[in-house]
């Protein structure tokens, strides 16, 4: 009998439960060994804030962000080989434009002479921001730039040029018991009603995909339809924060009805058929370490409704980055992530990346913590306000700072409070705290890193940690509680003695 046959009676591909990773291992680094009490004396020396724990005394899993973290693949190390450092039209550079094309649309990249410039490479993600948000400031006073969610950075550039800022979250985003599959869109209710009593003062409207504020939901090509409707019929442009998009697709791909049969690429470039430009930092799904990018459709509403602005930004990327054949970016960086953005829409190592995360959200189900459902598509976000239910931590006392650093010196393992403290606000004048309407504290995952087994010792840390909720402290904040961004740069101290020390 020929075993093509043979195979056939087996089913081996759907009988199997157990996937194996679709890549392996190209080098590994091992990790420095500490204990406890060495990373909690580092730790209280840093005044309990997460982001300045020397990362080589991270012995457990270093989930602090998904933001160029990942680890590359061979291909995009050969790639790093044949940078071209040249300081005009670099090799990278035109391999990056057929990419860019390729993915996102023709009209999204045309560098021919006469055309307004429209694809604007930065070293990041918030150099896009900068960018964007200060030419639109210029426009005028009193503006408002809704979103979904708005990510922290890109809240802080929106306010930075006295532009308000404010999120339309999904009503499903806040009820536990919904399964809704796309909690990340915008509230087009909400949305209408802005722009029927402010249209006017709206310059564009952004859409985050996937909603990182917002749990990391995703949103679906439904609401992406309709928030582009509704903008267009007041004449606004429609921008995207894309950092996510390729996972965005994925659960559209999944789980919205009529897209089972599309490949990834065909869902991606009808997305960005109904923007009129996006904001993106390569550093999530361009698979690098470093890159951003801000890019306009030619024929557009954004270059309609302002064809000065390409100029502007042309002169701010000269001024503040580099010539725009290569913005920010070293040539080396360029091709790597030429090669990563092709690995990003393939499906494969999409269904790989999201079903790990899924995976990381059952290991914490079974351990019965409290975490945002469904799960996302880069991180698990851990509901402070059910993990804390029913003790004696208030909002102000940060229990969500508690979390990151109890779980850091104890166990070894690096999460992100994104809740009361970081999207929260202190006003001196009345001395009161107003607190955001989501607090998380997220375990972001980075791309091709981690193993299930190095997932599943988080869940189970952090369920010792909610065995002794009732015992766990609040924290003070000892600096910077007043400032702007203030979860980068503040320090605490607990409220008192530690867990079991008292
Ligand atoms: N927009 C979103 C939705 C983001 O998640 C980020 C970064 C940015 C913009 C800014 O990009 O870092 O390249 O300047 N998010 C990282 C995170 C930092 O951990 O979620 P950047």
């Not at 020396?45 to 020397?54: I, S």
């Not at 800022?165 to 809704?180: H, I, K, M, R, Y």
Request: charged share 20%.
């Amino acid at each position: 009998m020929e075993l093509t046959r043979l195979i056939r009676q087996f089913q081996p591909e759907t009988a199997r439960r157990i996937q194996p990773r679709p890549y392996i291992n190209h080098s590994v680094e091992f990790k420095g060994l500490f204990t406890a009490e060495e990373r909690a004396r580092v730790l209280d020396d840093v005044g309990l804030n997460v982001f300045y724990f020397p990362s080589e005394m991270i012995t457990g899993c270093d989930l602090l962000s998904d933001s160029g973290t990942t680890t590359m693949t061979n291909d995009q190390w050969a790639a790093l080989h044949q940078g071209d450092e040249a300081y005009g039209s670099n090799r990278g550079y035109f391999r990056l434009r057929e990419v860019i094309r390729e993915t996102f649309g023709e009209e999204y990249f045309s560098d021919a002479p006469g055309l307004a410039p429209n694809a604007f490479l930065f070293h990041q993600g918030r150099a896009c921001e900068d960018a964007l948000f200060s030419a639109l400031g210029r426009l005028g006073s009193g503006l408002v730039i809704p979103s979904n969610g708005h990510f922290d950075t890109t809240q802080a550039n929106i306010e930075g040029n006295r532009i308000a800022a404010v999120n339309l979250f999904s009503p499903e985003l806040q009820n536990p018991a919904s399964d809704g599959r796309f909690k990340g869109n915008m509230d087009t209710k909400r949305l209408r009603a802005l722009l029927e009593t402010s249209g006017g003062r709206v310059p564009v409207v952004y859409l985050t995909i996937t909603n990182n504020t917002g749990g990391g939901q995703p949103v679906s090509l439904a609401n992406v339809r309709e928030v582009s409707e509704i903008a267009h019929g007041y004449g606004l442009p429609l921008m995207l924060d894309a950092c996510r998009f390729a996972e965005n697709a994925w659960f559209i791909k999944q789980y919205e009805s009529g897209q089972q049969n599309r490949a990834i690429i065909d869902i991606v470039r009808e997305v960005f058929s109904h923007a009129d430009g996006f904001t993106i930092s390569f550093k999530k799904d361009g698979i690098v370490n470093m890159g951003g990018g801000l890019f306009f459709r030619q024929g557009g509403l954004f270059l309609k409704q302002y064809p000065h602005l390409a100029d502007e930004i042309t002169n701010h990327q000269i001024t503040k980055e580099g010539h725009p054949t290569y913005g920010g970016l070293s040539g080396r960086d360029i091709m790597a992530l030429a090669v990563g953005l092709g690995i990003a829409v393939k499906d494969a190592y999409l269904a790989w990346r999201i079903q790990q995360i899924e995976r990381f959200g059952r290991f914490m189900q079974e351990q019965g913590l409290p975490i945002l459902t469904p799960t996302g598509g880069h991180a698990v976000y851990l509901d402070m306000n059910r993990f804390f239910a029913g003790t004696r931590i208030r909002p102000e006392d940060f229990g969500g700072i508690s979390i990151t650093a109890l779980l850091l010196a104890g166990y070894g393992h690096r999460g992100c409070e994104l809740g009361h403290f970081a999207f929260g606000s202190y006003d001196p004048a009345t001395g009161k705290e107003a607190f955001p309407e989501v607090n998380f504290v997220r375990l972001a995952v980075p791309r091709l890193r981690y193993e299930d087994a190095d997932l599943a010792s988080v869940a189970e840390s952090l369920r010792l940690l909610y065995d002794e909720r009732d015992r766990i402290p609040g924290v003070e904040v000892t600096f910077g509680k007043e400032l702007a961004l203030r979860h980068f740069k503040a320090r605490f101290r607990f409220k008192e003695s530690a867990v079991g020390c008292s």
